[in-house]
Nanobody, 115 residues
Framework: QVQLVESGGGLVQPGGSLRLSCAAS??????MGWYRQAPGKQRELVAT???????QYVDSVKGRFTISRDNAKNTVYLQMNSLKPEDTAVYYC???????????WGKGTLVTVSS
């Protein structure tokens, strides 16, 4: 059974940092990524990383967020620096199952940026 478990969310002041982690289990995964959904808005892509380490970011986080992964641990990370109130959202982990091509989602972790 495939599981994606996120951790690392919380409350942080503007300008602060957080590191999100997502541990995937139950299969072998290709591209992994982070999406977010703010209240009243659609879910949007934040960053993705291929198994080989190629990364992609939404323009609004470039230079502030860094995505990385540990293939041996099936874990993807999102280092978030210089956080802004507009980064407030539920952050979801996504991973593509290489066995059956299904995209799996975690349950999400809340990030709140507020003073």
């Amino acid at each position: 059974q495939v599981q994606l478990v996120e951790s690392g969310g919380g409350l942080v002041q503007p300008g602060g940092s957080l590191r999100l982690s997502c541990a995937a289990s139950g299969s072998i995964f290709g591209a992994m990524g982070w999406y977010r959904q703010a209240p009243g808005k659609q879910r949007e892509l934040v960053a993705t990383i291929t198994r080989g380490g190629i990364t992609q970011y939404v323009d609004s986080v470039k230079g502030r967020f860094t995505i990385s992964r540990d293939n041996a641990k099936n874990t993807v990370y999102l280092q978030m620096n210089s956080l802004k109130p507009e980064d407030t959202a539920v952050y979801y982990c996504n991973a593509k199952n290489l066995i059956n091509n299904i995209n799996h989602w975690g349950k999400g972790t809340l990030v709140t940026v507020s003073s």
